[in-house]
């Protein structure tokens, strides 16, 4: 009876585990929702709109309109690369509790042989919403001082 009850408390406890890391997986993706993607976002909306700004105020004809066109275009894709990041990373998340579960349910030497792949794909996303950002700053900061 000693065993059985050891073999049911240590059920419970990987049930109790498994439940919290659960908990965790979804609070995460819902925090998800505030952080990285949403700030590079208002950031490269907020150097667009300021650009603008100081493009009203400059001539057209200048040799630093290049330098506009570049800096919108990176800080545009820039803004597409974040949403198709913020995108993956939900998946990423619904992925992960999936995989959360079928760890629980087969045990825990399979752990090693699940990935998932939204993962990946969510931070080449990231890196590359960073660089394009950076280069958009670059590009209208060279405009603004010229």
């Known amino acids: 009876m000693t065993g059985k009850n050891t073999q049911e408390a240590e059920i419970d406890k990987e049930r109790a585990e498994f439940l919290e890391e659960r908990k965790l997986l979804i609070q995460g993706s819902l925090s998800a929702f505030q952080t990285f993607e949403k700030y590079l976002i208002l950031l ?5 709109v300021i650009t603008f700004q100081a493009f009203g105020s400059k001539s057209a004809a200048q040799a630093g309109f290049l330098y506009v066109q570049l800096g919108w275009g990176a800080l545009a894709l820039s803004l597409v690369t974040a949403l198709i990041s913020f995108l993956l990373s939900t998946f ?29 794909w969510v931070q080449v996303m990231n ?6 950002f ?10 603004a001082m010229t």
């Open 44 to 48: 490269s909306t907020g150097a667009l």
């Open 92 to 120: 990423a998340w619904s992925n992960q509790i999936r995989i959360a579960y079928e760890i629980y349910e087969c045990g825990s030497e399979r752990a090693a042989k699940i990935r998932n792949p939204y993962n990946d």
């Open 127 to 132: 890196v590359c919403a960073t660089c394009l």
């Open 134 to 143: 950076v280069v958009g700053l670059f590009c209208l900061s060279v405009f």
